[in-house]
């Protein structure tokens, strides 16, 4: 009795200690301010969205865009801004740099970190400030800029104070380019110079031109990023390691990260399926003249020998309208492989524009010179774009531009039964879709067509309509792309709204548009080790077209990938799940309550948190709430969050031991391919809710070893003895549907 008594004394003291926590919460700042030239780039192909956001959102950060031709934003008294970003070119030219400098200088002086990457954005253009007013701003940096130029740099020595900032050893051996002339000027020892320059022996002439310290960072254009050529095309590669910089900049160790790669401690796997071929008779020649559709040969060879791998099918909407492009075989396939359990339903536009920019104008008679080509790939008549003119025939002859619009397109969609219309493109391909599936299944989501940039208006829509986004970003990272550069950020924002990004590359890059090596597909395996390796970037997307069924080569090249991805250690989840994990990256809050605990909240379906650095702490199970697990992987800790609760706080201990699991007086999870919700646990049970693909494998922690009854929705299933404190569990049953697990250890 007495020790019943001082268990709740205890329970209740840990409980009491972070009650009191709350008062002292700090939001933790995640969002960081960049600038964009829209006269130089769009946001999209900015340098930092490009190059730059990734990075950043692996280190838990943010970015909202700001065009530095628009009004400077105020942000000195907003409380979630860790800083300011930018990325400035020779060529930009402000209307009013002065201003921009006070402002720059206030943000500073707020608390604000300020990084700069390349020009500094005010010396270049036509209305260049005094250097005076550069240096008041350069000066809160402990910087300073003296205007000067070295435009050729082959009578320089570079000291590479941190050799490890560097992604090879003295990058800049060879490769020497320009650089503006800029100093640490600091006499306090906050900033740090990872690289600078000296010609000759002239040090009044040396540069420092990669530096970071407590009031933020500076990257000399030309010294960030080099471009080379392979293989005939252009790419671009990190010289500076860009997760230090952007880490010793920005100061993120204090910030736990969200994590979109990680669920129930393995990697996430998704697939999915743009309908593009459903039409296509396949060539592969044990179907020959059998007249079978490449999008049955992916249903028999890629779906439904891989049961434990979901996939995300869509189809365009045009294709299984008897208005449109409809065919009897093609609609029948769709049906049957829309009724596969692992297979989630999907919208691919009605219309597939390959040029959503096309259309936003709202002009429909801007599609009449490319009437006539329609006319050749569409099976219904066209409509006419000019109600004077009452028949095709006049509208045939117009000549259609003389430019191929963008990437072998020669019209600005595939289809154009009807005029353009973001309704039919968004709710009418939800309602066609769905019109043709089983009872229990409805479209979770669309999937953006052509060059993927749809604009706030059209991802609106798709809100409204109730379904997710993605496509776009095609992330690749291989021998021809051999680079972080060449990853994509989890998203991009459009206008209010946000497209979430698919996590790699479909086939149409590897295959030069689908016309040459079919095969090369397969190299889709490269990104996925790079993406893990040394730092897990991406989950494991297996991202295609229906028209693989089409080649022997490409369909080949699919099942080597699928095959690989079955050897993984992954979780695998729908992309509609993907795309709203990669949602709760934007909305979560992380607050500091108390020492070395956490309040984690609107993080929608995100589940994981990420600590890294951390080698000798673990979770405190105890203080913590609604933490299911963790697990130590490439040398950061993954915590599992409970996705039944909104608010959930992480409490760390230390740990001496990094390479073992630390024992608990309570199970936790260490990993599992099933997702897991709803748990409650002692000492000597846990019981929880759980759904998945695949045969249930997890790993437990249990406080004592012995025998555990694993019961499944209230029935006896199996009894499992323990070793070493771990409980490993082979479910073989269909959990598509939420189960309820228990085990006791008896």
């Given at each position: 009795?007495?020790?019943?008594?001082?268990?709740?004394?205890?329970?209740?003291?840990?409980?009491?200690?972070?009650?009191?926590?709350?008062?002292?919460?700090?939001?933790?700042?995640?969002?960081?301010?960049?600038?964009?030239?829209?006269?130089?780039?769009?946001?999209?192909?900015?340098?930092?969205?490009?190059?730059?956001?990734?990075?950043?959102?692996?280190?838990?950060?943010?970015?909202?865009?700001?065009?530095?031709?628009?009004?400077?934003?105020?942000?000195?008294?907003?409380?979630?801004?860790?800083?300011?970003?930018?990325?400035?070119?020779?060529?930009?030219?402000?209307?009013?740099?002065?201003?921009?400098?006070?402002?720059?200088?206030?943000?500073?002086?707020?608390?604000?970190?300020?990084?700069?990457?390349?020009?500094?954005?005010?010396?270049?253009?036509?209305?260049?400030?005094?250097?005076?007013?550069?240096?008041?701003?350069?000066?809160?940096?402990?910087?300073?800029?003296?205007?000067?130029?070295?435009?050729?740099?082959?009578?320089?020595?570079?000291?590479y104070n941190t050799p490890s900032m560097?992604?090879?050893?003295?990058?800049?051996?060879?490769?020497?380019?320009?650089?503006?002339?800029?100093?640490?000027?600091?006499?306090?020892?906050?900033?740090?110079?990872?690289?600078?320059?000296?010609?000759?022996?002239?040090?009044?002439?040396?540069?420092?031109?990669?530096?970071?310290?407590?009031?933020?960072?500076?990257?000399?254009?030309?010294?960030?990023?080099?471009?080379?050529?392979?293989?005939?095309?252009?790419?671009?590669?990190?010289?500076?390691?860009?997760?230090?910089?952007?880490?010793?900049?920005?100061?993120?160790?204090?910030?736990?990260?969200?994590?979109?790669?990680?669920?129930?401690?393995?990697?996430?796997?998704?697939?999915?399926?743009?309908?593009?071929?459903?039409?296509?008779?396949?060539?592969?020649?044990?179907?020959?003249?059998?007249?079978?559709?490449?999008?049955?040969?992916?249903?028999?060879?890629?779906?439904?020998?891989?049961?434990?791998?979901?996939?995300?099918?869509?189809?365009?909407?045009?294709?299984?309208?008897?208005?449109?492009?409809?065919?009897?075989?093609?609609?029948?396939?769709?049906?049957?492989?829309?009724?596969?359990?692992?297979?989630?339903?999907?919208?691919?536009?009605?219309?597939?524009?390959?040029?959503?920019?096309?259309?936003?104008?709202?002009?429909?008679?801007?599609?009449?010179?490319?009437?006539?080509?329609?006319?050749?790939?569409?099976?219904?008549?066209?409509?006419?774009?000019?109600?004077?003119?009452?028949?095709?025939?006049?509208?045939?002859?117009?000549?259609?531009?003389?430019?191929?619009?963008?990437?072998?397109?020669?019209?600005?969609?595939?289809?154009?039964?009807?005029?353009?219309?973001?309704?039919?493109?968004v709710q009418g391909s939800i309602d066609?879709?769905?019109?043709?599936?089983?009872?229990?299944?409805?479209?979770?989501?669309?999937?953006?067509?052509?060059?993927?940039?749809?604009?706030?208006?059209?991802?609106?829509?798709?809100?409204?309509?109730?379904?997710?986004?993605?496509?776009?970003?095609?992330?690749?990272?291989?021998?021809?792309?051999?680079?972080?550069?060449?990853?994509?950020?989890?998203?991009?924002?459009?206008?209010?709204?946000?497209?979430?990004?698919?996590?790699?590359?479909?086939?149409?890059?590897?295959?030069?548009?689908?016309?040459?090596?079919?095969?090369?597909?397969?190299?889709?395996?490269?990104?996925?080790?790079?993406?893990?390796?040394?730092?897990?970037?991406?989950?494991?997307?297996?991202?295609?077209?229906?028209?693989?069924?089409?080649?022997?080569?490409?369909?080949?090249?699919?099942?080597?990938?699928?095959?690989?991805?079955?050897?993984?250690?992954?979780?695998?989840?729908?992309?509609?799940?993907?795309?709203?994990?990669?949602?709760?990256?934007?909305?979560?809050?992380?607050?500091?309550?108390?020492?070395?605990?956490?309040?984690?909240?609107?993080?929608?379906?995100?589940?994981?948190?990420?600590?890294?650095?951390?080698?000798?702490?673990?979770?405190?199970?105890?203080?913590?709430?609604?933490?299911?697990?963790?697990?130590?992987?490439?040398?950061?800790?993954?915590?599992?969050?409970?996705?039944?609760?909104?608010?959930?706080?992480?409490?760390?201990?230390?740990?001496?031991?990094?390479?073992?699991?630390?024992?608990?007086?309570?199970?936790?999870?260490?990993?599992?391919?099933?997702?897991?919700?709803?748990?409650?646990?002692?000492?000597?049970?846990?019981?929880?809710?759980?759904?998945?693909?695949?045969?249930?494998?997890?790993?437990?922690?249990?406080?004592?070893?012995?025998?555990?009854?694993?019961?499944?929705?209230?029935?006896?299933?199996?009894?499992?003895?323990?070793?070493?404190?771990?409980?490993?569990?082979?479910?073989?049953?269909?959990?598509?549907?939420?189960?309820?697990?228990?085990?006791t250890r008896v």
């Amino acid at each position: 009795m007495r020790s019943f008594i001082y268990k709740i004394i205890f329970v209740s003291c840990v409980f009491l200690n972070i009650s009191d926590s709350y008062a002292k919460e700090v939001v933790l700042p995640r969002t960081v301010i960049a600038f964009y030239d829209s006269k130089i780039s769009e946001l999209h192909t900015s340098n930092i969205h490009t190059l730059v956001e990734m990075p950043l959102n692996h280190l838990g950060i943010k970015v909202e865009y700001y065009d530095i031709n628009s009004p400077l934003p105020d942000i000195k008294s907003r409380e979630d801004v860790r800083g300011v970003l930018t990325w400035f070119f020779f060529e930009t030219n402000m209307d009013n740099p002065e201003e921009y400098l006070k402002w720059a200088t206030d943000v500073v002086n707020s608390g604000k970190k300020y990084v700069i990457i390349g020009n500094l954005g005010v010396i270049g253009g036509k209305n260049k400030p005094n250097i005076i007013a550069v240096n008041s701003f350069m000066g809160t940096l402990g910087l300073k800029a003296t205007q000067g130029w070295t435009e050729t740099a082959f009578d320089v020595s570079y000291s590479y104070n941190t050799p490890s900032m560097f992604l090879s050893e003295k990058p800049f051996f060879w490769n020497r380019t320009s650089y503006e002339t800029v100093t640490n000027i600091d006499n306090e020892n906050n900033n740090t110079v990872h690289l600078s320059v000296t010609r000759g022996n002239a040090f009044e002439e040396s540069s420092d031109l990669v530096i970071t310290g407590s009031k933020g960072g500076y990257a000399s254009s030309g010294y960030a990023i080099k471009t080379n050529v392979i293989e005939g095309k252009k790419t671009r590669q990190w010289v500076v390691d860009p997760f230090k910089f952007l880490r010793f900049a920005f100061d993120t160790d204090d910030l736990p990260k969200p994590d979109t790669t990680t669920i129930a401690g393995r990697r996430i796997y998704y697939s999915h399926i743009d309908g593009d071929g459903l039409n296509n008779v396949t060539q592969l020649e044990e179907y020959k003249g059998k007249n079978v559709l490449s999008a049955e040969v992916i249903m028999e060879k890629a779906v439904k020998p891989y049961p434990g791998l979901p996939v995300t099918l869509t189809v365009i909407a045009a294709d299984i309208d008897s208005k449109w492009m409809a065919a009897k075989d093609s609609v029948e396939v769709a049906k049957a492989f829309f009724a596969l359990p692992q297979v989630e339903a999907g919208s691919h536009t009605y219309s597939h524009p390959f040029i959503w920019e096309f259309f936003k104008e709202g002009d429909i008679n801007k599609e009449k010179p490319y009437m006539h080509i329609y006319t050749k790939t569409t099976k219904n008549p066209v409509w006419n774009p000019n109600e004077d003119e009452n028949v095709l025939a006049s509208l045939f002859s117009k000549k259609p531009p003389a430019k191929v619009m963008v990437d072998g397109n020669k019209t600005p969609r595939a289809y154009a039964n009807f005029p353009f219309d973001i309704k039919k493109e968004v709710q009418g391909s939800i309602d066609k879709v769905n019109s043709i599936l089983p009872e229990n299944k409805k479209v979770k989501i669309i999937m953006w067509s052509g060059n993927c940039s749809p604009w706030d208006a059209v991802i609106r829509a798709s809100r409204v309509a109730g379904v997710q986004n993605i496509n776009g970003g095609d992330t690749m990272f291989d021998p021809q792309h051999p680079d972080y550069a060449n990853v994509a950020p989890i998203g991009r924002p459009v206008g209010n709204e946000r497209q979430i990004y698919a996590s790699s590359s479909n086939e149409i890059p590897y295959t030069n548009e689908w016309t040459k090596n079919f095969n090369s597909y397969s190299h889709l395996k490269e990104t996925m080790i790079n993406t893990e390796l040394p730092i897990r970037l991406k989950p494991i997307n297996i991202y295609y077209h229906l028209y693989s069924g089409e080649k022997a080569a490409g369909l080949n090249a699919l099942l080597t990938n699928l095959d690989y991805a079955s050897t993984q250690n992954i979780a695998p989840v729908t992309t509609s799940d993907y795309t709203h994990i990669a949602e709760g990256f934007y909305d979560t809050v992380i607050s500091k309550a108390g020492n070395d605990i956490w309040k984690i909240t609107n993080r929608g379906q995100l589940a994981t948190i990420r600590f890294d650095n951390l080698m000798f702490k673990s979770v405190d199970f105890i203080k913590s709430k609604g933490v299911v697990g963790q697990r130590r992987l490439n040398g950061s800790l993954y915590v599992y969050l409970d996705s039944s609760l909104p608010t959930t706080f992480i409490a760390l201990k230390d740990n001496p031991s990094y390479f073992t699991q630390s024992k608990e007086a309570v199970p936790y999870l260490i990993e599992s391919r099933w997702l897991i919700s709803g748990l409650s646990r002692n000492s000597n049970y846990v019981s929880f809710k759980t759904h998945g693909f695949g045969i249930g494998t997890m790993v437990w922690n249990v406080p004592k070893n012995g025998n555990y009854l694993v019961r499944i929705n209230g029935k006896d299933y199996t009894t499992v003895a323990s070793e070493d404190n771990k409980l490993k569990l082979q479910i073989d049953i269909d959990a598509t549907a939420p189960l309820q697990l228990k085990i006791t250890r008896v």
